[in-house]
T-cell receptor, first 110, second 116 residues
Framework: GQNIDQPTEMTATEGAIVQINCTYQ??????LFWYQQHAGEAPTFLSY????GLEEKGRFSSFLSRSKGYSYLLLKELQMKDSASYLC???????????FGSGTQLTVLP | GAVVSQHPSRVICKSGTSVKIECRSL??????MFWYRQFPKQSLMLMAT?????????EQGVEKDKFLINHASLTLSTLTVTSAHPEDSSFYIC????????????FGPGTRLTVT
């Protein structure tokens, strides 16, 4: 089976940096996605990592260590609009299905 | 960019009736589409994988006779919730993968189903 763990909730201050961790156990790993989801809306794509290392995209960066089954999403210069749920998802198997973690609800305070 | 639409965005139906939800890829072809269900404050749970021209693959615990999936073309998949009950009330989200390749799934905006 597959197991994906991420913290349930995090709180940070506007302008700060926050790191959301994700650990996973899976077979047939084909990559890891991070999505942002605002309440009542569909997830929006943030990043995709398949090789070890850091991928930077503007204020958001994502890191992957396949040997450790570990990823993190780094958000810099936090804005109020960054308050949302952040979903870690692993793609695996021949069907290339996405398995989602439970999501981390981030609250950005003024 | 790749766009996926869902219709309707919201639907309220009475217990015992059936509801059909459409998922369309607007600017790409999708051999494979996925249907997810999300309850409040929970993550997305995969219900089934929809393959164009063949039967859908359902996840364990999802009743295939209750959640009928049809993927008749490369741009359209439908999910029909039959004999709906209040416990079926949820946020249903579809996603589509571009037949041209890649692992990314493009998500539709979701359908909020309320069964009274």
């Amino acid at each position: 089976g597959q197991n994906i763990d991420q913290p349930t909730e995090m709180t940070a201050t506007e302008g700060a940096i926050v790191q959301i961790n994700c650990t996973y156990q899976t077979s047939g790993f084909n990559g890891l996605f991070w999505y942002q989801q605002h309440a009542g809306e569909a997830p929006t794509f943030l990043s995709y990592n398949v090789l070890d290392g850091l991928e930077e995209k503007g204020r958001f960066s994502s890191f992957l260590s396949r040997s450790k089954g570990y990823s993190y999403l780094l958000l810099k210069e936090l804005q109020m609009k960054d308050s949302a749920s952040y979903l870690c998802a692993v793609i695996s198997g021949s069907a290339r299905q996405l398995t989602f973690g439970s999501g981390t609800q981030l609250t950005v305070l003024p | 960019g790749a766009v996926v639409s869902q219709h309707p965005s919201r639907v309220i139906c009475k217990s015992g009736t059936s509801v059909k939800i459409e998922c369309r890829s607007l600017d790409f072809q999708a051999t494979t589409m996925f249907w997810y269900r999300q309850f409040p404050k929970q993550s997305l749970m995969l219900m089934a994988t929809s393959n164009e021209g063949s039967k859908a693959t359902y996840e364990q615990g999802v009743e295939k006779d209750k959640f009928l999936i049809n993927h008749a073309s490369l741009t359209l998949s439908t999910l029909t919730v039959t004999s709906a009950h209040p416990e079926d009330s949820s946020f249903y989200i579809c996603s589509a993968r571009d037949s041209a390749g890649g692992y990314e799934q493009y998500f539709g905006p979701g359908t909020r189903l309320t069964v009274t």
